[in-house]
């Protein structure tokens, strides 16, 4: 196969039924780059995520009813219950009082929100940037892609007579006098 390094990295970037627009996402192959896989797992993970750090962090801390929240207002919290606030950590920061809690950030959970969400608009503009990497590649393949095109189109001409002759049992005519 004189394209098979072609047809190969093709294969490999992009998924086997990709999207009719090339901007809305799902159009490269799981597995084939990392950062894009990561931002895959962060939008589709959150909650896992939240409940691992909740444990890690009411472990670290010492505070049981420690809860990790989300609203669209203020985004992801940490949420002490005020009888627990001597424990706080000092690396909170606090983001606002409710009835009965407090609520704090980290640097570690503002850049998971961060990621969080926008992991989905990134996602599509990897995604649409490692296309574009792709489509370069093959453009840069054009006379190697047009020759293979030509041999192809040359052979389905030629032999396409001797398959209809084949399937309609067709025999060459006796000609004589």
């Not at 939008?43 to 995520?49: L, Y």
């Not at 989905?120 to 296309?131: P, T």
């Not at 040359?154 to 049992?169: I, M």
Request: glycine share 6%.
């Amino acid at each position: 196969d004189p394209l098979a390094d072609v047809s190969g990295r093709i294969a490999a970037t992009l998924v086997d039924e990709p999207p009719l627009t090339l901007k809305e996402g799902g159009l490269v192959r799981r597995g084939f780059a990392k950062d894009l896989d990561e931002l895959h797992q962060i939008a589709g993970d959150a909650k896992s995520w939240m409940a691992r750090f909740q444990a890690e962090e009411s472990a670290r801390s010492s505070i049981p009813g420690l809860k990790i929240g989300f609203n669209s207002v203020f985004g992801y919290y940490i949420e002490v219950p005020h009888s627990q606030a001597e424990r706080v950590p000092a690396s909170y920061v606090r983001k606002q009082t409710v009835k009965s809690a407090e609520r704090y950030v980290t640097s570690e959970l503002k850049e998971f929100e961060d990621k969080v969400l926008n992991a989905e608009a990134l996602s599509v503009e990897r995604e649409y940037a490692i296309f574009q990497e792709l489509r370069a590649a093959v453009a840069a393949e054009l006379p190697r892609v047009l020759a293979a095109a030509g041999a192809i189109a040359e052979l389905d001409a030629l032999g396409s007579p001797g398959d209809v002759a084949a399937a309609q049992r067709y025999v060459a005519p006796t000609v004589d006098d």
